[in-house]
């Protein structure tokens, strides 16, 4: 009989253990969701990585405003023929690329390499095509798709997913990166975790940087043996060691000469050569990740889903125009005001949103859910900001107008207008309004009927100044 008591206490400290150990492990996460905000602060990004071929800039995932949203923000500046090293994230992110041009890699694991690189004759005749020289004598090669970039671009990149970003143009390439650390797909805690497999931060910076949270942007060959590692690999272990290296270099490194890819436009003119080729891609994948629209344009007016000749334009990027989004839970949505025009006054009612300044300037107000403006500054390029949901937020551009970009934290956002067509307002009876507010019944109509032949933007008002102001 003792002995069955005490195997019970044992089972019990062991159910009790593993139960506190899982409490911890989702405590943090939980405590991220308690979003209680005195004041939403714009913010620059908090730390500044020098390397060797470019800029890494990172905003602190720890504030308060970002452990609300469970969000986080990176922003690469990449020079000339520069290279970001390839690398991958434990959480989902949407690319926004400010600024050049360049090739962006993605590579999922188990795709096959569909892209092949030319023979030495035929890459000097698509190099006289392209006005470009790629060296000739080189082996050929496979490899999966590269993409070309540019500026207004967006990027939809898996958790775990390995990218790379080459700047082929002649000047700065800039991309702003949103992570949705609370994401699902990430299990670990709410973290920017960068795991690179090539280069890093050298170890004596990573000593300096100890007690960081951003400290494990480092080479994940590090870990391993290297005798280990080439057997793995079946290499010599010269070779393992150069795969390991941590260079001074850092994280963006220059390329010693300049390189070129087959992109999607040249492999169709390849193509249109030659048939069986084709038809040999076709035929042989199949409609999954591997072929996944993973990019869209948010620059492209045509394709604008709100738009006001007087207020400026809005492009929304959801599930319906990349169906990749629907597995992520993420969005987008890229505005563009003109002079002294106005946003809407509303709230989100499915998502956290963390706001980037593109160009411009403007009046930033919000409110939190109990009445309190938590938010009024005027805002400017460079600038970042969260708005938790449900908090009614209000935007008036400046002089020169105001552009942004938006990522949000679902993958079909809704917003409630609080003015204008949509209004709550023209939803409610008169009298309805009437005692609510203490008015009289003309007061009540106006207040149905302001606003009525306009959505989200509003045009400046009578009194002042507007110049258009269209990119």
Same mark, same amino acid.
């Given at each position: ?5 005490? $195997? ?19 405590? %943090? ?12 602060? #714009? ?14 800039? $990172? ?20 020079? +000339? ?39 030495? &004759? ?32 967006? =990027? ?6 390995? &990218? ?13 990166? %949103? ?38 942007? *480092?080479? =994940?060959? #590090? ?103 629907? %597995? ?29 300044? *593109? ?19 005027? *805002? ?5 900001? *969260?708005?938790? &949901?449900?908090? +009614? ?11 942004? =970009? ?46 009525? &032949?306009?959505?989200?933007? %509003? ?5 002042? #100044? ?6």
């Amino acid at each position: 009989m003792a002995t069955r008591v005490v $195997l019970a206490i044992l089972l019990c400290l062991v159910a009790c253990g593993s139960s506190s150990q899982l409490h911890e492990r989702h405590s %943090f996460r939980e405590e991220a969701q308690q979003c209680r905000l005195d004041r939403i602060r #714009s913010m620059p990004p908090s730390r500044r990585i020098e390397s060797e071929g470019g800029i890494t800039e $990172l905003w602190d995932e720890a504030e308060e405003d970002f452990q609300c949203a469970g969000v986080a923000a990176v922003r690469n500046i990449i020079r +000339p023929n520069c290279l970001s090293l390839p690398k991958f994230h434990s959480s989902p992110m949407l690319i926004y690329i400010e600024q050049g041009e360049g090739f962006l890699g993605l590579n999922y694991p188990g795709c096959a390499e569909t892209y092949e690189a030319q023979s030495a &004759q035929s890459s000097r005749r698509s190099s006289r095509r392209m006005g470009r020289r790629i060296g000739a004598g080189k082996e050929d090669d496979q490899h999966q798709k590269v993409r070309r970039v540019r500026r207004g671009d967006m =990027i939809v990149v898996p958790a775990g997913t390995v &990218q790379w970003c080459h700047n082929d143009g002649g000047q700065d390439l800039i991309a702003i990166a %949103f992570l949705d650390l609370n994401n699902e797909d990430n299990q670990l805690d709410l973290r920017i975790r960068g795991s690179f497999l090539a280069g890093g931060i050298p170890r004596e910076e990573r000593r300096e940087l100890r007690g960081s949270k951003n400290n494990d942007l *480092v080479n =994940i060959f #590090s870990g391993f043996d290297q005798e280990f590692l080439a057997q793995a690999y079946n290499v010599p272990t010269d070779l393992v060691r150069k795969m390991q290296e941590e260079r001074s270099s850092g994280l963006i490194v220059k390329c010693d000469e300049q390189m070129s890819f087959l992109t999607p436009e040249e492999e169709e003119e390849e193509l249109s050569e030659s048939p069986s080729r084709r038809e040999e891609i076709s035929n042989g994948l199949e409609e999954t990740i591997c072929t996944a629209r993973v990019q869209h344009n948010m620059n492209t007016q045509r394709e604008a889903d709100v738009y006001s000749r007087e207020a400026g334009r809005v492009n929304i990027l959801n599930q319906l125009k990349l169906p990749i989004l629907r %597995f992520m839970g993420m969005s987008a949505e890229k505005g563009h005001l003109f002079s002294n025009a106005q946003y809407n006054l509303h709230w989100s009612m499915t998502d956290h949103r963390l706001v980037y300044v *593109v160009d411009g300037e403007a009046n930033f107000q919000i409110s939190d859910d109990y009445g309190n403006q938590v938010f009024n500054e005027r *805002v400017s390029r460079g600038n970042m900001f *969260v708005i938790p &949901q449900f908090y +009614p937020a209000l935007v008036q551009a400046g002089q020169e107008g105001f552009e942004w =970009i938006t990522f949000k934290t679902s993958n079909q956002p809704m917003k409630s207008p609080i003015a204008g067509y949509t209004s709550f307002f023209r939803a409610l009876p008169l009298q309805l309004l009437e005692q609510s507010f203490q008015i009289t019944t003309a007061e009540a109509q106006q207040l149905k009927q302001t606003r009525r &032949q306009h959505t989200f933007l %509003f045009p400046p008002s009578s009194g002042s #100044s507007s110049r258009r102001h269209r990119s």
